[in-house]
């Protein structure tokens, strides 16, 4: 059995990112301006200072998810945080800005907005503004869908427990992809930004995979089949990704784990479950970090607990190698083939 002294040293050399925290915009919703993350904070997952204890390299940090908190705002008090710290952060444009961020000693900070409609209002000059300060990844929706051609689908998403009719007819009645949504997926595409696919129905899902010419993700999700919940993804969503080249985020989401014991262990559960359904190079780990609620503690508490899940991961049978996979190097390729362009 692996001692967890040795799991530390191997969290220590692989890299270590993140597909999903909602620090950035959690910080402007609570009127904290600017920053004080380079502060220890245990009223937030995630701090600077807890970041270096659990050996946080990076990850997508979302700058806008719908109603939360002006994008504007959010992403201004962001970058104004790497411009004050240079030592500490680094803005990824890159796959290479990844690596060179590790070589040094920087936390990677990859700006990405979900509920995308909000804020494009209609018009792809924003999307390209957006891209020229940064962004590199954009959410099709937080769940948000309907008649408004500003919106990206045309339904909006469930959550909650379901079941496999649930999905089925989901996939079958509801409305997919709006007229500009397919033009936000082909500028992405050009543009060289990650679609991340997190809150999308399930028509909208497929009709992503079937338009898009890059790879997309799903950042921060789980296994339906582990957890019957409308934010999981099915056997078949997790195949037809994975095909497509794409890569998943396991997410520290309690109700997307496991409603009765959301456990360490058994979030690793899902994590082998995709690794043996289509194999380690598509499974990665969106935490979800300040993205729950106060009311909610994440499976992994906080950002200094991320060595107990690598030791978990270990200790299940992964080599050092496919947890490197797991914890950086599969979103790392998701990115040379995406945003590098």
């Not at 991340?196 to 790879?215: C, G, I, K, Q, T």
């Not at 396991?250 to 262990?265: C, L, N, S």
């Not at 899902?270 to 190079?281: D, M, R």
């Amino acid at each position: 059995m692996i001692t967890q002294e040795e799991s530390r040293r191997i969290h220590e050399r692989i890299l270590v990112f993140d597909g999903h925290n909602d620090t950035p915009v959690e910080r402007v919703a609570r009127g904290e301006g600017p920053f004080r993350w380079m502060e220890r904070d245990t009223e937030y997952d995630m701090d600077v200072p807890r970041m270096r204890e659990g050996g946080l390299d990076g990850g997508f940090f979302v700058v806008g998810n719908g109603a939360v908190a002006n994008v504007w705002v959010t992403l201004e008090r962001t970058l104004a945080q790497v411009d004050a710290h240079p030592e500490v952060f680094q803005v990824v444009r890159s796959s290479t800005d990844v690596e060179e961020a590790h070589a040094a000693g920087r936390i990677a900070v990859l700006l990405t907005v979900e509920g995308a409609g909000r804020w494009l209002e209609g018009d792809l000059d924003t999307l390209n503004l957006l891209y020229r300060m940064g962004l590199r990844a954009l959410g099709i929706t937080h769940g948000e869908g309907g008649d408004d051609p500003k919106l990206l689908q045309g339904s909006a998403s469930a959550f909650g427990a379901c079941t496999d009719a649930d999905r089925e007819e989901a996939r079958r009645d509801l409305k997919g992809l709006t007229a500009f949504g397919r033009e936000v997926l082909r500028a992405s595409n050009e543009l060289g930004v990650v679609t991340d696919l997190a809150h999308v129905n399930d028509r909208a899902f497929y009709e992503v995979l079937e338009l898009s010419s890059l790879p997309v993700t799903m950042t921060h999700t789980a296994v339906f089949s582990l957890c019957p919940h409308w934010r999981c993804m099915t056997d078949d969503q997790i195949r037809a990704l994975a095909g497509a080249g794409g890569v998943l985020g396991i997410a520290f989401a309690p109700m997307f784990i496991d409603r009765e014991q959301p456990t360490v262990e058994r979030l690793v559960d899902h994590v082998i479950y995709v690794a043996e359904l289509v194999g380690v190079e598509h499974v990665a780990i969106g935490s979800d970090f300040d993205g729950l609620g106060r009311s909610t503690k994440p499976v992994v508490p906080d950002v200094s607990r991320l060595p107990e899940l690598t030791h978990a991961l270990l200790a299940r049978g992964f080599s050092e190698d496919e947890t490197a996979l797991i914890w950086g190097g599969n979103f790392q390729r998701l990115l040379s083939r995406t945003i590098d362009g």
